[in-house]
């Protein structure tokens, strides 16, 4: 099936870095979705995003709707140690029940 | 709120044998529920949608007599690997929308089961 392509696929960083991470699609999304997973559990939703070049803070983390619903960014301010984990991108066509079409995931790695 | 219960977590099974997974959402009704896939180091996958009271919609490539998916309540959506083989060996995730309004408008996953066959 279908995936969204996720940058940087790995980031290794320090105890109070900020970080970025993107999502693109070659097809456009009506919501987007950001969730984190720890090993051996499921995603956990982070931000969602329901309308183009909408901007939502969840806490240190702020993500963005792209203008032209093809793309969103994650970021995340002063990172600490809980923040590893793995982030998903996850774009949706419609508000109904419709499927989810996931990104290929940035793997988190903080360093004290 | 917007709780959804995944059973078992980890389950090893012989080759040959079928496997149920339930899903559950505890706190809301969901109509639509989904199964997903997951390899290690890789992404969600999306196998099925299923569909209170109706059958269960597959994606391309996921046969449907090897996941069977059942969802005869509101609360309640099953897979069962049927025949289950060390291919079949992965981690399996539900998920469920809660109805609309609040935080949780995004789809709530289960914790997931991670299947072994040997």
């Known amino acids: 099936g279908q995936q969204l392509n996720q940058s940087p696929q790995s980031m290794f960083i320090q105890e109070g870095e900020d970080v970025s991470m993107n999502c693109t699609s070659s097809s456009i999304f009506n919501t987007w979705l950001w969730y984190k997973q720890e090993p051996g559990e499921g995603p956990v939703l982070l931000i969602a995003l329901y309308k183009a070049g909408e901007l939502t803070s969840n806490g240190r983390l702020t993500a963005q709707f792209g203008i032209t619903r093809k793309d969103s960014f994650l970021n995340i301010s002063a990172s600490i140690p809980s923040d590893v984990g793995i982030y998903f991108c996850?774009?949706?066509?419609?508000?109904?029940?419709?499927?989810?079409?996931f990104g290929t995931g940035t793997r988190l790695q903080v360093t004290l | 709120g917007a709780v959804v219960s995944q059973h078992p977590s980890r389950v090893i099974c012989k080759s040959g044998t079928s496997v149920k997974i339930e899903c559950r959402s505890l706190d809301f009704q969901a109509t639509t529920m989904f199964w997903y896939r997951q390899f290690p180091k890789k992404s969600l996958m999306l196998m099925a949608t299923s569909n209170e009271g109706s059958k269960a919609t597959y994606e391309q490539g996921v046969e449907k007599d090897k996941f069977l998916i059942n969802h005869a309540s509101l609360t309640l959506s099953t897979l069962t690997v049927t025949s289950a083989h060390p291919e079949d060996s992965s981690f399996y995730i539900c998920?469920?929308?809660?109805?609309?309004?609040?935080?949780?408008?995004?789809?709530?996953f289960g914790s997931g089961t991670r299947l072994t066959v040997v």
């Open positions: 996850a774009g949706q066509l419609s508000g109904t029940a419709s499927k989810l079409t």
């Open positions: 998920s469920a929308r809660p109805p609309r309004g609040g935080f949780s408008y995004g789809y709530t």
